[in-house]
Nanobody, 119 residues
Framework: QVQLVESGGGVVQAGGSLRLSCAAS????????MAWFRQAPGKERGFVAT????????GYADSVTGRFTICRDNAKNTVYLQRNSLKPEDTDVYYC????????????WGQGTQVTVSS
């Protein structure tokens, strides 16, 4: 069992940067593949990025490759999403996910954090 709490959302201007954090409870955090998803109102939740338990492997959606970076600190039970060169279309609620096995196979979700990119 793991609980996830996202933070770092807010309002940022287009072209700016923002780092999201996801703090996890539970001793098994370091064994989980973690991921970030995003969701706009009225749309399905979509995959953004994933990172292996060791941090050695990462994967990204095409729309964010080169702009977003996922990383983790297992000593702090935290996974991060660094978001650069933000665009208004990056405005979404961002969710942290644990025990990621695929875009439709996630066992644990955070409550989400709102990010608004103003033009």
């Amino acid at each position: 069992q793991v609980q996830l709490v996202e933070s770092g959302g807010g309002v940022v201007q287009a072209g700016g940067s923002l780092r999201l954090s996801c703090a996890a409870s539970g001793r098994t955090f370091s064994s989980y593949t973690m991921a970030w998803f995003r969701q706009a109102p009225g749309k399905e939740r979509g995959f953004v990025a994933t990172i292996s338990w060791s941090g050695g492997r990462t994967g990204y959606a095409d729309s964010v490759t080169g702009r977003f970076t996922i990383c983790r600190d297992n000593a702090k039970n935290t996974v991060y999403l660094q978001r650069n060169s933000l665009k208004p279309e990056d405005t979404d609620v961002y969710y942290c996910a644990a025990d990621f096995k695929g875009p439709s196979k996630v066992d644990y979700w955070g409550q989400g954090t709102q990010v608004t990119v103003s033009s």
